[in-house]
């Protein structure tokens, strides 16, 4: 096996992942610079998703090919927490008590698990301590804190100033029946003593001074934008303002805000016109889909799949592996079916033609499996190689978890049915196979079909057979189980498999169809040769003694 640990660049070659294509053109179009700034962000008004996740590990991406390219690189992340809490999602405790807060700063919302400072900390909680597990570390803004502290005051103020220019830019993109009617103002007031938003703007005097009342409370006030923790800009122009406050070079946007005319062609017109800044480099990310898990994913509406859920059943790598090898404007499905055991051998496949244990068709692909594979890899070294110093320990997912089911769901007596063999893993591989068997054992026990799912009989246990394969099952016992050592592999068993049946005049599937009962009370199973194989064979003989 060529361990070969060519260094990241070198494995760019003429092949380029979108992610480089992308780190190319932030560079083209924004010129050398001391950093480069990359952003992210959403409202955490519910469970933050997979799908928002894909918009996170997009910026990783690209990231990571700035700093590959020896750049450095600023990547911020923002928790828009300031925002209105509008709706509580159905996935929610204490529905009722929620209520009582729509209309006030997300972060305002007590958390209803009671573990954290607000709701929106509980959310913003539940994220941080995962994106470490898949090799994410940005920078985190937290937009409740900074529009508290008064940093976007000159923001706001200029956004005042050019009232009638914002106005102009936002019915551009609108249709007549949509067009901005009467008095407007590009901020909204929190109210001082009710928290709502709830509030209209009566005016402002040119300079520093916002007057305002509240609709719910009843209360008005005149506050100075210098000093006031209630006023913010609305989203259309927040947007674009913080691009030019943070100097961001680059954010993605999903497709329906940069659908033509949609929120990302307002915000660039805003952040030329109004905050004398070019919109960063941007594209568009698809939606994701799942296979295996009912319902549509959506915060508002608590139907999510999160990183969690991902996580228990893919490793980290694999997981950055879904991303890193698709297109972000490409819709995707993330199965927790069956489809979740060909995810884990293309996966395998790539990483074999990374480390040329298998020839890949040709250069180009050698070279693209190389990136992928590298930018699915959690431990990052910008300045050396970005995959481990040894090729992990590979075992096909199917058959892990039929090693985990064989040994009742006990991850470390399946694994050193792996270690006491002369082809098992090395101790330093033995963590990354542990993190998969975890994986393993999560699926088969709570996403697969109950056709994959089995569990082998106690001594004794006997199953309902005619004669004719009670006999059938003794041989298999005395003639093939018995001596199951001198089978050097899958083939020449299944051979005597085979020989036992013809013996006993019995169709192969037959036989099959009888030792699955007799060993796991079904009628399938997985390939009977391998499966004796992977079995104990005192274990064998005590299930079938009595036949």
């Known amino acids: 096996m060529d361990t070969n640990n060519e260094s990241p660049s070198a494995a760019h070659g003429a092949v380029a992942h979108w992610a480089d294509e992308t780190a190319a053109k932030i560079i083209r179009e924004k010129g050398e610079k001391e ?17 928002n996740f894909r918009e996170i590990i997009s910026v990783d991406l690209v990231v990571r090919s700035l700093r590959d390219l020896g750049k450095k690189v600023r990547f911020i992340y923002s928790w828009d927490d300031y925002d209105v809490f509008r709706k509580v999602p159905k996935n929610m405790p204490k529905q009722e008590e929620l209520e009582k807060f729509l209309r006030f700063p997300i972060t305002m919302v007590p958390d209803p698990w009671d573990r954290d400072t607000s709701y929106a900390r509980h959310h913003e909680v539940d994220v941080e301590t995962m994106l470490p597990e898949v090799g994410i570390r940005p920078e985190y803004l937290y937009q409740a804190e900074r529009y508290r502290a008064s940093r976007y005051a000159e923001g706001i103020r200029k956004a005042l100033e050019h009232r009638d220019t914002l106005k102009t830019i936002l019915d551009k993109f609108r249709d007549e029946d949509h067009k901005i009617q009467g008095e407007w103002w590009p901020v909204s007031v929190f109210c001082d003593h009710c928290n709502r938003d709830d509030t209209d703007i009566d005016g402002w005097d040119g300079d520093w001074g916002l007057s305002y009342h509240c609709n719910s409370c009843g209360h008005s006030d005149t506050v100075d934008i210098r ?6 800009l ?24 940069h659908s033509q005319g949609g929120s990302f062609d307002t915000a660039r017109h805003v952040s030329k016109e109004v905050y004398n800044w070019e919109a960063p480099v941007t594209f568009r990310y698809d939606f994701i889909g799942t296979k295996g898990i009912p319902g549509k994913m959506s915060s508002s509406s608590g139907v999510v799949v999160d990183l969690k859920d991902v996580l228990r059943v893919y490793t980290p790598e694999l997981t950055r592996y879904l991303f890193a090898g698709t297109r972000p404007n490409t819709e995707f499905t993330i199965s927790f079916d069956l489809d979740v055991i060909k995810i884990y051998e293309d996966y395998d496949r790539l990483e074999r033609i990374a480390w040329k244990a298998e020839e890949a068709k040709d250069e180009a692909a050698y070279r693209k499996a190389r990136r992928i594979y590298e930018l699915s890899q959690v431990d990052w070294n910008p300045k050396g190689p970005s995959v481990p110093p ?3 320990y590979q075992i096909p997912f199917r058959h892990l978890c039929n090693l985990i089911q064989i040994a009742d769901g006990n991850i470390d007596q399946a694994i050193s049915s792996l270690t006491s063999s002369d082809n098992g ?12 068997a975890e994986r393993a054992k999560y699926w088969a026990e709570n996403c697969a079909p ?14 309902t057979l005619s004669d004719a394969e009670a006999g059938a099952i003794q041989d298999l016992r005395d003639k093939v189980i018995a001596g199951i050592a001198q089978y050097a592999d899958d083939k020449s068993c299944a051979e005597a498999i085979y020989k036992v049946a013809e013996d006993h005049s019995l169709d192969g599937k037959a036989l099959f169809r009888a030792a699955y009962q007799a060993l796991i009370g079904k009628d399938q199973g997985p390939r009977l040769a391998n499966f004796l194989r992977s079995i104990n064979r005192e274990r064998l003989l005590g299930i079938l003694e009595k036949y």
């Open 450 to 463: 109950e056709e994959f799912r089995f569990r082998l009989r106690a001594p004794g246990e006997q199953a």
């Open 234 to 257: 609305g989203w259309r122009i927040d947007w674009p303002m913080r691009w030019e406050h943070e100097q961001v070079d680059f954010e993605p946007a999903g497709k329906d805000h």
């Open 425 to 436: 893993p090395k101790p330093e591989q033995l963590p990354g196979l542990k993190a998969r």
């Open 227 to 232: 000093k006031a923790a209630g006023v913010k």
């Open 390 to 392: 040894l090729m992990p």
């Open 35 to 51: 950093q480069y700034t990359c952003a992210s962000g959403i409202t955490p008004s519910g469970t933050v998703h997979i799908g």
